[in-house]
């Protein structure tokens, strides 16, 4: 690993964040491969790709700005692949609802394409309550 590759990921990591900040989908999506596999936290179970209106209809379900946080990350780096394994912080205001938030774990795979480095891979979870009831549990703090 150079350490010009552990900054250009940082890099990459903090302008995708922003990007979600900012509500900018075309922004979220250069970040992205364009074969780009997501399991987020709202269905679909997986995508592949990058789906802009998909992404831009989600988007628009927020006033305003989103506050979106990446804490506690462990980057690692090996030739062209690289991971990164973070807390995140999502929070904002749905339309006619209240503000709320939410801290949910997150995996980050990055892949050198054409000596640049992309967004992969992303993985969103929370855990379950595991006493015989599935419920997710949106309340935890780091």
């Known amino acids: 690993m150079s350490v010009g590759d ?3 990921i940082r890099v990459l990591l ?23 596999r997501t399991f987020s936290l709202a269905p ?3 995508a592949i790709g990058n789906d802009r209106a998909g992404l831009q209809a989600w988007l628009d379900t927020w006033e305003g700005g989103l506050e979106y946080d990446i804490r506690n990350t462990d980057l690692r780096v090996g030739g062209d692949i690289a991971w990164c394994s973070a807390l995140a ?3 904002g205001r749905k339309i006619g609802k209240e503000k709320s938030g939410f801290w949910f774990r997150l995996t980050v795979t990055f892949a ?15 855990p379950f309550a595991m006493d015989g009831q599935p419920l997710a549990l949106f309340d935890l703090k780091p």
């Open 6 to 8: 552990h900054d250009d």
């Open 14 to 36: 903090d302008d995708w964040a922003q990007a979600l900040r900012d509500k900018n989908a075309d922004a979220i999506i250069s970040c992205h491969s364009a074969t780009v």
């Open 44 to 46: 679909p179970l997986e």
């Open 89 to 91: 912080w999502l929070a």
């Open 112 to 126: 050198r394409e054409d000596g640049r480095w992309k967004i992969a891979h992303t993985h969103e979870s929370v």
